[in-house]
């Protein structure tokens, strides 16, 4: 399982950017889908998931609607728009697998494939 993040950056408060990650090594359209993140000296924080088919959707409670995920099963990709960024958005994003067959998709235990990350810095 190969998950590859690309997408984050440097942007001032308010701004916005869209991470994607591409997967590979799986059949991509059967699971549930997320994001989690991790600042310096913090724990990990779910950020997002979406089920198999897109049909429904959660967030962590920091995002308060800033934060869209989606996906394109087609393409094998998953998708995390952010908006309205604030500084203490700053981490490191990954994507990642929420493990099969749980029902749990809105904590860090659920996931376990997940990619390399990638750095998202907000200034003020």
């Known amino acids: 399982v190969q998950l590859v993040e690309s997408g984050g950056g440097l942007v001032q408060a308010g701004g916005s950017l869209r991470l994607s990650c591409l997967a590979s090594?799986?059949?991509?359209?059967?699971?549930?889908m997320g994001w989690f993140r991790q600042a310096p000296g913090k724990e990990r924080e779910f950020v997002a998931s979406?089920?198999?088919?897109?049909?429904?959707?959660y967030y962590g409670d920091f995002v308060k609607g800033r934060f869209t995920i989606s996906r394109d099963n087609a393409k094998s990709t998953l998708f995390l728009q952010m908006n309205s960024l604030k500084p203490e958005d700053t981490a490191v994003y990954y994507c990642?697998?929420?493990?099969?067959?749980?029902?749990?998709?809105?904590?860090?235990?659920?996931?376990?494939?997940r990619g390399q990350g990638t750095q998202v810095t907000v200034s003020s």
């Open positions: 990642a697998r929420v493990r099969p067959g749980t029902t749990d998709h809105v904590s860090i235990q659920a996931f376990d494939y």
């Open positions: 090594g799986l059949t991509f359209r059967m699971y549930t």
């Open positions: 979406i089920t198999w088919n897109g049909g429904s959707t």
